[in-house]
């Protein structure tokens, strides 16, 4: 079956333009992630959704990030205002959902949206 | 608040000999769970182990194997036979049972593999 996808690939935007990633998760997969990963870096994470809970917003950078899940479904992370220090590859992922530090919790990624910001 | 700390920023193995890479963490959940994720220079991460807190035996998948030390805190990845491919970023990641679906990652170890 289809695997996680993102759009777009790559986003150049300049400073202080807003930007909007797109994840399509895995048909089924009730847990969606954000993660923000620097060059050379290690996987920041950003926000989760599970089901029809509140998310997790813990990490989520700044004010300047949003997101939203519609339908339990496509997730938008929403970056207002960009900086150039938030250039970097955002990943998503979908996991299952079940349980809680269960099997069938691994994490299937999408490919990743570069950003850069001028 | 939970940690992962892999204290290998690089590491060199020669084809077709095993290789084990660190992972420590710190939780005070008694539930918790333990993953391993491969990112080729391609950018994909992708899963290849897991281990739960009350798993009584080390995970193992194909030529991985989690060597799960519970009381000193260690999940350290073990690549028997090594192969070329596996020249990649290798990230180790937790999940708290009580922190819903949170996963939190290392700061990745860089294999290289050598003919």
Redesign the interface.
Known sequence: GAGVSQSPSNKVTEKGKDVELRCDPISGHTALYWYRQSLGQGLEFLIYFQGNSAPDKSGLPSDRFSAERTGGSVSTLTIQRTQQEDSAVYLCASSLGSGTSGRGNEQYFGPGTRLTVT | AQKITQTQPGMFVQEKEAVTLDCTYDTSDP???L?W?KQPSS?????LI?Q??YDQQNATEGRYSLNFQKARKSANLVISASQLGDSAMY?C?M???SG?????????TRLFVKA
């Open positions: 539930s918790y769970g993953f994720y950018g994909e991460m992708i899963f897991y739960g807190s990230f990641a999940r708290e049972g819903g679906f949170k996963t939190i990652f290392g700061a990745g």
